[in-house]
């Protein structure tokens, strides 16, 4: 990205406020999201401010991940369907008051606007309150065409302010989501109101509504759809919208009464509490979350413009319908595009994503881009994580440790400081189990792996220092350090200071060197090994050749990112990969790349997960 350095800021102190207009939106933001978790603490506060607001401020990285894993992320963001609804139900309370149509449109505007003012998320919130504003007062006209009219207008208009906002991901879900309110709520309202009581059942159809006219975008944005979030939305967005419109009476109350405020909230996060129980009972689920390539939103988007075609034709009297007999194949377009969207849907859905647990005992270097991050798993069910990858929201390792099945680690290893090996630990500790955290005898560990630290202190999980000639056993596997001795004093280079580990199961042994080099290592009485983890990701090292004379691996893995900014892998280490014999995995072009020892093998056999290049 062009990345030069990072700047790390010790403290942040406020010297001083803007002042004008944009001076008086600051506070009225501030005093906002105190207001509206006011008496709150925790994930409680954060989730009622966040949904009120917008914005996962302050919300712990577990719950924050759940959140993702069940679709319920968008509750914390404004959009366009969060505005329509906060202006609907300002529209219904005045119009309950006796207030006048004309007056209460003028009055829910301006609360509207105070609306959006509130919350956080600059040009964004703006487009979101427009798009929002007009699917509210669309809503207002009685006959359907004139709503779609001014909805595709008010859209002409904002993408003649700003053009390039056509690509903007925040744009196309407020605008997906109105179009789902608009066609395919209707469409869900019907069947569900023979479930459902009449108010449950409406708020249920917007919410499968949005939800399956916003999946194509998060697809073909993200590559990422939350299945349970399909089925949890229906009844998150009901429960989710009396929290909305609870906690923002009381940001009103609350300038009247303190206490008012404090008794609202209080109820706003009995919901907000209940639906965290919800997210974190659908994230657990296999297969909540599933990564979805970009063509796969062709059929979802297929799929969700069926919904109300197919109502229509439902709709249609008998005898308008063209009779069995004589409407053959061409009767039936309707059932045939469904069909064939979803079986478009199940040629681009992805194998391999969730694989079953190994029964031998296997290595992994997880995809994690460029950064590195070493999975170890036992036949037994236990795990061990040597290095979390590079950091992120969220770090990538998480995703990885979700391929793999992973749900608990025997043991997290931290092999050193740099940001690509440590960025995510702090993560991994805050949403897995984590029996031991492993750490090399540095007198000082920089912030990010100080950060893994604190997250440990914080959930109780135990830290080991490991030196020179001290082991670790997860299940079938042994690691065994090589380097740092203890007591030795901090080096200059970090990547001199690496925990060096040898990895063995039964007749499979592994070096995992981190960023040491071959001038370290060849120090080093390191064994003959099966497979090498290339160290630095493959970076130029003019001790290799030397250093693999004497290890004679068989299978040489490289942990880096695509197109990554360095040029590693080095041509110069590829060179002498090749001469030496050894052949080369790397994970930017095969993804997850697993070891697994055979039974009675001597050697190594590498276990491909899906390729991304020919």
Known sequence: QGIAGTLRAAEVRIVGRRGGLRGLRDRWRLWAGGAAAAGLSGDRAALVRGMALGGGAGLSQQAAQAFRDSGLWHLLAVSGQNVAVVALAALAALRALGVGRRPAVGLAALLLVAYCLACDGGASVARAGVVGALGALAELRSAGRDRWHLLLVGLAALLAVQPRAIGDPGLQLSFAAVVGLFAIAPALEGPLRGLLPSRVASLAALAGGAGLATAPVLVWSFGRLSLAGLALNVVAVPLAAPVVVVALCGVAAGALLPAAGVALAWLAGLGAGLLLVMARAAAAIPGAAVELPAPAALPLAALAAGVPL?????????????????????????????????????????????????????????????????????????????????????????????????????????????????????????????????????????????????????????????????????????????????????????????????????????????????????????????????????????????????????????????????????????????????????????????????????????????????
């Open 310 to 614: 197919l109502a229509r034709w439902l709709r249609r009297p008998a005898r308008q319908r063209p009779a069995r007999a004589s409407r053959g194949i061409r009767g039936r377009p309707l059932a045939i595009g469904a069909l064939a969207a979803l079986a478009a849907l199940a040629l681009a859905w992805p194998r391999g994503e969730r694989p079953g647990w190994p029964s031998s005992a296997t290595l992994t270097v997880l995809d994690v881009g460029q950064g590195e991050a070493v999975l170890l798993q036992a036949p037994d069910g236990s795990a061990a994580l040597i290095d979390a990858g590079p950091p992120g929201n969220p770090p990538p390792v998480l995703a990885a440790l979700r391929r793999a099945g992973v749900r608990r680690l025997a043991a997290l290893a931290v092999s050193h400081g740099s940001l690509d090996h440590v960025g995510g630990a702090a993560a991994v500790v805050e949403t897995l189990p984590v029996d031991a955290l492993v750490r090399p005898p540095l007198a000082e560990l920089p912030a990010a792996a100080r950060r893994a630290l604190r997250a440990a202190r914080m959930r109780g999980t135990p830290v080991r220092t490991l030196a020179a000639g001290g082991e670790v056993a997860v299940g079938a596997w042994r690691l065994r350090a090589l380097w740092p001795l203890a007591g030795a004093p901090a080096a200059t280079d970090p990547n001199r200071g690496c925990l060096v580990l040898v990895a063995s199961a039964g007749p499979l042994a592994a070096l995992l060197p981190a960023d040491a080099e071959g001038d370290l290592l060849g120090g080093l009485a390191i064994p003959p090994v099966d497979v090498l983890v290339v160290s630095h990701h493959g970076s130029d090292d003019p001790a290799l050749p030397a250093l693999l004379r004497r290890l004679r691996p068989a299978l040489a893995l490289i942990s880096v990112g695509a197109r990554n900014a360095y040029g590693h892998p080095a041509p110069a280490t590829l060179d002498a990969l090749a001469a030496a014999g050894v052949r080369v995995l790397r994970t930017d072009r095969s993804g997850d790349l697993g070891v697994s020892a055979g039974a009675g093998a001597a050697r190594a056999r590498a276990a491909l997960g899906y390729d991304r290049r020919p």
